[in-house]
């Protein structure tokens, strides 16, 4: 970890110590937070904002990472960055929504720095007949009733960007229009995509023993 990142966390850390637990800023909107944190830099209040999103944005980072440590680092990268880039949120989404985007978008670009890692997009045109898929091809139940164990090596060997809108729409829940919004993608575009990185990952799961 970086010296400013030291710094940055150890700031954060001790303001909210002074925070007691039926602090009025604890009840604050997300927007409302937002706005008094840009008015002066507050890092008092982006402890609240830290402590209300840190676990999404690690499990995010998860993703695109290799292992918890990675993923931990990573976390840390985005909120310091989302510290500096505060101010660019303009409240046309729900905030937890712009985070999404902005915590993808991040990760997208730390695996492209890395050449060893660089994800393409696999994307295949919607017109491509010999992959089109019916919604019956690859149901959502045939995810849910996969092993854990088995499932987490599976999602290991599929793409981060696969594994990314997996976990976006299986284990938080993001709808299509979240997820439209998040990717910047249209809606065709992201069921597409939802179906691709289903059925690979259904692929590699009945590989594995």
């Given at each position: ?68 440590d990675e993923a931990e680092d990573l976390t840390q990268d985005v ?14 989404s729900k905030f937890s929504t712009w985070l999404y985007s902005f ?50 090596k599976a999602l290991n060997l599929i793409s981060a960007e696969d ?47």
């Open positions: 970890m970086t010296f400013l990142k030291r710094l940055f966390l150890i700031l954060i850390n001790q303001d909210k110590r002074s925070l007691k637990p039926d602090d009025a800023y604890s009840q604050l909107t997300d927007e409302e937070l937002v706005q008094k944190i840009v008015a002066n830099n507050n890092a008092l209040l982006f402890g609240v904002l830290y402590d209300r999103y840190s676990k999404m944005v690690y499990n995010k980072c998860y993703g695109f990472s290799k292992s918890k909120f310091l960055m989302l510290f500096v880039k505060l101010a660019s949120f303009k409240g046309k915590t993808y978008n991040f990760c997208v670009n730390y695996v492209n720095r890395n050449k060893q890692r660089k994800m393409s997009d696999n994307s295949i045109p919607m017109d491509t007949a010999e992959y089109k898929l019916t919604e019956d091809e690859v149901p959502d139940e045939s995810i849910y009733e996969l092993k854990a164990s088995k499932l987490e594994k990314s809108i997996l976990l976006l729409k299986y284990q938080d829940g993001a709808s299509i229009k979240e997820l439209s919004e998040v990717l910047e993608l249209g809606e065709s575009a992201i069921k597409m995509r939802l179906k691709r990185a289903k059925a690979k990952l259904l692929e590699i799961y009945n590989t594995l023993s």
